[in-house]
């Protein structure tokens, strides 16, 4: 069985070399789907709670809200750069306060500090997908991630294979210690 969660992601980002509307700056409210598959938790009725979903998802999401996006040889990233630098703004603000750890993975680099994220390839609907599932693989057993964005649409499916002990109380993820984060239970 399956739990599903949403999230909306507003960001900037251009299609850079390609020849179309595309290759101009431009905005998007992407919304991300994210399901995730296990068996019920008999304690809570329930596979995983959406809410939890949401928070170990967001924690590095949020990366990706109200940012730009750029591939990592765009000409513009050096300039962009340059002008939040001049602005005072690359190594942050008081007002940039909804900000995920910075991460680096084989695909994408966020700079939470100045809303920016480098990615290897173009950010199409595609590779956001490939992007969330590298982030997100190893903490939620993530069966399906659709990502749709203006008319752009794209899904994959991918094969659940961790074994994620959860609380009997809460249904989220024990620690690395047998301990469930929300609620104290241990495991025996």
């Not at 190594?91 to 680099?109: H, I, V, W």
């Not at 809303?115 to 057993?141: A, C, F, H, S, W």
């Not at 899904?155 to 809460?170: G, H, M, V, Y």
Request: aromatic residues 8%; neutral net charge.
């Amino acid at each position: 069985m399956r739990s599903i969660t949403t999230f909306d992601l507003q960001y900037a980002h251009r299609f850079y070399g390609f020849k179309g509307e595309a290759q101009y700056l431009h905005g998007h409210t992407g919304v991300l789907t994210i399901e995730v598959e296990d068996t019920v938790e008999p304690g809570v009725n329930m596979v995983f709670p959406c809410n939890e979903i949401q928070k170990t998802a967001w924690a590095l999401l949020k990366n990706f809200d109200h940012a730009l996006i750029l591939r990592q040889d765009d000409p513009l990233l050096p300039a962009i750069l340059k002008v939040y630098e001049e602005q005072g703004i690359r190594d942050g603000a008081p007002q940039n306060k909804m900000k995920g750890p910075a991460f680096q993975t084989e695909l994408a680099t966020a700079y939470p500090d100045c809303r920016l994220v480098v990615t290897k390839e173009t950010m199409t609907v595609e590779g956001m997908i490939k992007i969330v599932y590298e982030l997100l693989k190893d903490k939620l057993n993530i069966a399906k991630i659709t990502f749709s964005s203006g008319v752009n649409k794209a899904s994959a499916e991918f094969e659940t294979k961790n074994q994620i002990d959860r609380c009997p109380l809460c249904g989220i993820a024990l620690n690395d210690k047998g301990v469930c984060p929300k609620c104290g239970y241990k495991k025996d």
